[in-house]
Structure formats: structure tokens, C-alpha cells
């Protein structure tokens, strides 16, 4: 069939909040998915600067952070030519059509987001409507690029299921507008939790730093946190209910190794947690050794970032006009 037109990729999007310096959670349940799709698919990935605000940020650090997260991604190994990769908040269109999918979202759904009551507990004394409708950033995040595939951990599960809900409310009143997005959830590494409470998701945002490792920490710093893990009594490496520290350590080597449970179980047959911790820490350092490396190289040349921040935002741009004049159609605002 040689004369026949290629298939439209699939295309996938994912974005990162810039409030910290991604974990081995981030890592393992997206940014190193991120770079194995790239090669398969039609990619965007970007830095959600804008979804970041929902929390109070210290302008300074949003501005610095911003930068190191979208500096990172390249060092992940992300393609800029390839992918787009860009800021959320140099494509304006993400908040035009966030506003418009409000108003197709209603009161009661969004109430239901577990992150919207998890986030509000932790910052009761600002609970604002941002952090309220953060999912319909999210939806227009996925809708605007028409993605087919949206690469997340476990626990963006619920929030796309929300995108889908509004898509199809949406389509179902003005005609086919949005591609309704599937989720593209890694079979391990879906999870990693918190080192010192492996009951509660690893998160970049937690404030206790031996809860979680950083992609950016130096060999030491991972050996250490890692020796003070929070596990069981039982000192017997095996995968089992209700011994969530050993399964999240297990689940970690198993992304570094790519070793099956049972392998590993075997590897550490008669060996105690001491062993193995160490063992875990030092797949880890090696896992993260070229990010690091090419992160050194990056960070530094400021022009670079740069260019490739411009030509992210108006490939992404272009895309998202699109959808976006496509639905203020369909909705009755008057073009001119
Ligand atoms: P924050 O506390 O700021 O929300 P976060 O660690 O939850 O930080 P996000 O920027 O919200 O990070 O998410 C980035 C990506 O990382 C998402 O695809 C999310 O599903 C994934 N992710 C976040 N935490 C984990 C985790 N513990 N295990 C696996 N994937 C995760
Ligand atoms: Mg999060």
C-alpha cells in the first residue's frame, strides 16, 4: 500500500506544576513515560505555571522554578524540535477556554475532586475558586490540543475523568468539538508514595523533605533518605498487603531495574531491609545520573532556554487557536 497517506499520530499531552523540583514519584509516573511516548507519538508537554497559583507562590521562586522545570524537561531527554514543549502560561488560550469549560462544568462534580479536598485541608486559609476549578484548567490543558492520550499518575485519574465528562457534555450540545481523551497510566511506578508515609502519595509539594527524593538530589542525599525509609518490622523483602513501605521500595526498584517482584524477592531472599535500601538508593543515583548530568549543561545557557520557551509557545499557540475559535463558534460568540 505504498501510495497511502500515513496515519495521524496519536497525540499526547502532559503537563508538570513548576511548585517544586520533581520526585522520583513525578519521574517514574510521568516524566520518564513522557520521554519513552515521545518516540511513539505526537507530543506536548509543558509546565503548568498557571495551575501552580492555586497555592500561593512567592513570585521570585514561580519565576525560577518555572524555569528549572522546563529546563528539566529537555534534560529528561525531551526533544524540543520533536515535541512541543512549552509554558502553559505563554499560550493564553488555555485560560480563554478554561473560562468557557466553567460554565459547562457544574458545582457538584467539581466538589467531588479528592485533590480540591486534600489541597483545601492543607491550605485552609486559602482556599480560593482557582483551586476549586483547577480541573477545568486541566480539561481545556487536554482538549485544546485534541489529545488522544493523556500520560498520568493514579492520581490524576479522577480529574480526567471530569475532562471526559465535560467533552462529551460539550459535543453532545454543539457537535463533534473536542477528541475525547483516553488515559495512558504506566503499570508501575502509577504510584510511588511518600517514604515516611508510604499510605500517602509521594508529593512534590510535601513539606517534609525525607518524605520524598528529589530527581535533582546529589548521591548522598538520596542514600540517606532512602536508609531512613519508613518500613515494617518483619525484615523479609516481599510483596505483600499492608506493607506499603517494602511494596513502594519494591515498586521503585523494579522502575529502576525493570526486575519483576518476584525476581527481587529472590535477589533479597535471607537479606534484611538494611540491604536492600542500599540497593534501592544506588538504582536510584544510577537512574538519575544522566538527568542530572545534562540538567549541569542546561541550567547554564539561558539563550537556549529561551529560544526553545519561544518556539514551544507559538507551536503550541497555533494548535490551540484552533480549538479555540472552533468553540467560540459553536457556543454563538459573534467572529469578526
Ligand atoms: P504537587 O504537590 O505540586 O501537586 P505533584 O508531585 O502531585 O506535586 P504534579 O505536578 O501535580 O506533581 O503532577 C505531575 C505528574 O506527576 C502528573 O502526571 C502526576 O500524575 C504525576 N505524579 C505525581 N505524584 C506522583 C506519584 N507519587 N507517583 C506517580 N506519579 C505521580
Ligand atoms: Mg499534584
Known sequence: MENQAPERKKRVLSLIQPTAVPTI?????????????????????????????????????????????????????????????????????????????????????????TQFKDKSQKHADNINVGLFSYPTLMAA???LYQSDFVPIGADQKQHLELTRNIAERFNGIYGNVFTIPEPFIGKKGAKITSLQDPTS?????????????????????????????????????????????????????SCC?????????????????GDFKVAVAEAVIA?????????????????????????????ASRLAQRTLDKCMKKIGFKQI
Open 201 to 253: 502519595k509521594m508529593s512534590k509539594s510535601d513539606p517534609n523533605p525525607k518524605a520524598s527524593v528529589s530527581v535533582l538530589d546529589e548521591p548522598n542525599m538520596i542514600m540517606k533518605k532512602f536508609k531512613s525509609a519508613v518500613t515494617d518490622s518483619e525484615a523479609c523483602v516481599r510483596y505483600a498487603d499492608g506493607k506499603d513501605g517494602i511494596n513502594n521500595l519494591m515498586t521503585i526498584y
Open 25 to 113: 514519584g513525578n519521574y517514574f509516573g510521568a516524566l520518564k513515560n513522557w520521554k519513552a511516548m515521545s518516540e511513539d507519538y505526537d507530543c506536548l508537554f509543558g509546565v503548568a505555571d498557571l495551575h501552580a497559583i492555586t497555592v500561593r507562590q512567592e513570585p521570585a521562586m514561580l519565576r525560577k522554578q518555572s524555569t528549572e522545570m522546563f529546563a528539566l524537561l529537555l534534560a529528561n531527554g525531551l526533544d524540543p524540535e520533536k515535541s512541543i514543549v512549552f509554558m502553559q502560561s505563554h499560550v493564553p488560550q488555555h485560560s480563554q477556554l478554561g473560562w468557557l469549560l466553567n460554565c459547562y462544568t457544574q458545582f457538584g462534580e467539581a466538589s467531588r475532586m
Open 287 to 315: 537512574e538519575l545520573a544522566p538527568v542530572q548530568a545534562e540538567y549541569k549543561r542546561i541550567i547554564t545557557d539561558t539563550a537556549y532556554i529561551n529560544e526553545c520557551m519561544a518556539k514551544g509557545a507559538e507551536r
Open 141 to 143: 490543558d487536554i482538549l
Open 257 to 273: 531495574t525493570g526486575k519483576a517482584y518476584e525476581e527481587i524477592e529472590k535477589e533479597f531472599d535471607g537479606k534484611g531491609y
